[in-house]
């Protein structure tokens, strides 16, 4: 298949449902439609490889996921979550992990450069953003498009938002992309990794920026077989100075990224870190309640309303929470299994399970259809 065409329709799964403009700008439905033309293009312009497992494993989530909906009631955000599973399975038919993962790079790192260029135009001259179309005033900050990034006029902080609904999100997309550049590039590339970095430290996203730290310890014992000594004693050098300067030199980075860890009970915690806390919680309360089933979709959106300030933000409790244990339980699996190294060390593979963890805990991609393709590539027999 032309490399451009599943650049278009990769960005495209990245984007259709996580893009601040679309997701401020369409309907859910009209998100669907979007969904499958990216199908649909790949169907005209490629051949399924169909994986026999991952089939039946989909057909069964679409049986579990339907009567779920059945049962429980909300026929239309069912349709909205199996539109996003199939879609992510038919991608990791249509298109191979390998090329994928090489694609994304080449896309993440556009995104990080062309955002970092315009988050420091939003920070050094904040009022040049007027000048991008306008997309909507939220709480009294007004947000504009500049294409493939998000500006603000927040006079309080200025966060890069990538094109993405939330920082958080965009620091997700850009830890991904580094764990392909450190785990499965064969050519370590110094000049991303580095652009990469600047830009998850400019979202100041807490949960982003603890995830890069866990990336690069589990990159060590790796780092032994691809870089000599020198290089190799370089490289955290340069780690340990930014570090050192993000924590002892930047006050005003550390306020905004580490002061709403401070806290002695969920009553006294900052308003984003109670509503992570309540998100794994509330959650968790209904899951002991009902293990098997869930509670499905329609009462899962009342508790995230009700308990936990509208944003239910844990992924793979949510999956477990809305399904019941055995159908999370799989959709974790696969999600875990995609960032599992064929052959790693102890150390490696316990922080690559805990990065895979803690990367979709703060922010909820239950409707997000990049999401499932690593589910099922994850589901896949792993070659590398």
Same mark, same amino acid.
């Given at each position: 298949?032309?490399?451009?065409?599943?650049?278009?329709?990769?960005?495209?799964?990245?984007?259709?449902?996580?893009?601040?403009?679309?997701?401020?700008?369409?309907?859910?439905?009209?998100?669907?439609?979007?969904? #499958?033309?990216?199908?649909?293009?790949?169907?005209?312009?490629?051949?399924? $490889?169909?994986?026999?497992?991952?089939?039946?494993?989909?057909?069964?989530?679409?049986?579990?996921?339907?009567?779920?909906?059945?049962?429980?009631?909300?026929?239309?955000?069912?349709?909205?979550?199996?539109?996003?599973?199939? #879609?992510?399975?038919?991608?990791?038919?249509?298109?191979?992990?390998?090329?994928?993962?090489?694609?994304?790079?080449?896309?993440?790192?556009?995104? #990080?450069?062309?955002?970092?260029?315009?988050?420091?135009?939003?920070?050094?001259?904040?009022? /040049?953003?007027?000048?991008?179309?306008?997309?909507?005033?939220?709480?009294?900050?007004?947000?504009?498009?500049?294409?493939?990034?998000?500006?603000?006029?927040?006079?309080?902080?200025?966060?890069?938002?990538?094109?993405?609904?939330?920082?958080?999100?965009?620091?997700?997309?850009?830890?991904?992309?580094?764990? /392909?550049?450190?785990? !499965?590039?064969?050519? =370590?590339?110094?000049?991303?990794?580095?652009?990469?970095? #600047?830009?998850?430290?400019?979202?100041?996203?807490?949960?982003?920026?603890?995830?890069?730290?866990?990336?690069?310890?589990?990159? *060590?014992?790796?780092? /032994?077989? !691809?870089?000599?000594?020198?290089?190799?004693?370089?490289?955290?050098?340069?780690?340990?100075?930014?570090?050192?300067?993000?924590?002892?030199?930047?006050?005003?980075?550390?306020?905004?990224?580490?002061?709403?860890?401070?806290?002695?009970?969920?009553?006294?915690?900052?308003?984003?870190?109670?509503?992570?806390?309540?998100?794994?919680?509330?959650?968790?309360?209904?899951?002991?309640?009902?293990?098997? *089933?869930?509670?499905?979709?329609?009462? =899962?959106?009342?508790?995230?309303?009700?308990?936990?300030?509208?944003?239910?933000? =844990?992924?793979?409790?949510?999956?477990?929470?809305?399904?019941?244990?055995?159908?999370?339980?799989?959709?974790?699996?696969?999600?875990? $299994?995609?960032?599992?190294?064929?052959?790693?060390?102890?150390? %490696?593979?316990?922080?690559?399970?805990?990065?895979?963890?803690?990367? =979709?805990?703060?922010?909820?991609?239950?409707?997000? %259809?990049?999401?499932?393709?690593?589910?099922?590539?994850?589901?896949?027999?792993? %070659?590398?």
């Amino acid at each position: 298949m032309n490399k451009n065409i599943i650049l278009l329709a990769l960005f495209m799964i990245m984007t259709i449902d996580s893009s601040f403009w679309l997701i401020s700008k369409t309907t859910g439905t009209s998100r669907i439609v979007l969904t #499958a033309i990216v199908i649909i293009i790949l169907l005209i312009f490629s051949v399924a $490889r169909i994986n026999k497992k991952n089939t039946i494993f989909c057909i069964l989530l679409c049986t579990c996921a339907i009567a779920s909906g059945a049962l429980f009631g909300n026929l239309k955000q069912t349709m909205i979550f199996m539109t996003c599973l199939v #879609a992510g399975y038919l991608f990791t038919c249509f298109v191979d992990r390998n090329r994928m993962e090489h694609l994304y790079i080449d896309i993440i790192y556009f995104i #990080a450069c062309f955002s970092l260029i315009t988050w420091g135009i939003n920070l050094s001259f904040p009022k /040049l953003i007027t000048i991008f179309p306008f997309i909507i005033n939220r709480e009294g900050i007004s947000f504009y498009n500049a294409f493939f990034s998000v500006l603000n006029d927040n006079t309080y902080v200025c966060r890069n938002y990538g094109p993405f609904w939330e920082p958080g999100a965009f620091s997700i997309f850009l830890n991904i992309g580094i764990y /392909l550049m450190l785990f !499965k590039e064969q050519n =370590f590339n110094y000049k991303k990794i580095f652009v990469l970095t #600047a830009t998850i430290l400019s979202t100041l996203s807490t949960l982003g920026i603890i995830c890069n730290i866990i990336l690069f310890i589990a990159f *060590y014992p790796e780092s /032994l077989k !691809k870089m000599n000594i020198k290089i190799r004693i370089l490289f955290w050098i340069v780690i340990i100075i930014g570090l050192g300067y993000c924590i002892f030199i930047n006050d005003r980075l550390i306020f905004h990224v580490f002061e709403k860890l401070k806290f002695s009970d969920i009553n006294t915690a900052n308003a984003s870190t109670k509503v992570r806390l309540l998100a794994l919680i509330e959650p968790m309360k209904e899951i002991i309640k009902s293990p098997l *089933y869930g509670i499905g979709m329609a009462d =899962f959106l009342i508790l995230q309303e009700e308990k936990c300030h509208n944003m239910a933000t =844990f992924t793979q409790i949510n999956w477990i929470c809305v399904y019941g244990i055995p159908f999370g339980i799989c959709l974790v699996y696969g999600e875990i $299994r995609y960032f599992m190294l064929k052959k790693g060390g102890t150390m %490696t593979t316990f922080l690559l399970i805990l990065f895979s963890i803690l990367l =979709f805990s703060t922010e909820n991609f239950l409707m997000i %259809t990049f999401i499932y393709t690593l589910v099922f590539y994850g589901l896949k027999p792993r %070659t590398e």
